[in-house]
Nanobody, 126 residues
Framework: QVQLVESGGGLVQAGDSLRLSCAAS????????MGWFRQAPGKEREFVGA????????ILSDSVKGRFTISRDNAKNTVYLQMNRLKPEDTAVYYC???????????????????WGQGTQVSVSS
């Protein structure tokens, strides 16, 4: 079955960088969208960004554009979220998700994703 395993979270100071990884297994993902979402305590799950695995197209939310980037390594079947210039408001549990691309892109809503990882905590202190 499909498994998504996130890693790379931690506690950092404002202005620092982190790179999250999402190791994907269980199928080929060439026609899938891989998304990153985050959820802070008491808040709804928020779209961060996504990549269309096959063509490499990416999209980022306005709140992280210019600071975060998404990439994938086909050989390692891994998607990355590079987070630079982190802010305290970036503190959240970050989730990796996978969903079939179907006929449209981008996919920014949680219901568009079929598979989810367990999440990794990112905490940014001021």
């Amino acid at each position: 079955q499909v498994q998504l395993v996130e890693s790379g979270g931690g506690l950092v100071q404002a202005g620092d960088s982190l790179r999250l990884s999402c190791a994907a297994s269980g199928r080929t993902f060439g026609n899938y969208a891989m998304g990153w979402f985050r959820q802070a305590p008491g808040k709804e799950r928020e779209f961060v960004g996504a990549i269309a695995w096959g063509v490499g197209s990416t999209i980022l939310s306005d709140s992280v554009k210019g600071r975060f980037t998404i990439s994938r390594d086909n050989a390692k079947n891994t998607v990355y979220l590079q987070m630079n210039r982190l802010k305290p408001e970036d503190t959240a549990v970050y989730y990796c998700a996978a969903g079939p691309l179907g006929s449209y892109w981008p996919k920014t809503q949680p219901y568009e994703y079929s598979y989810w990882g367990q999440g990794t905590q990112v905490s940014v202190s001021s």
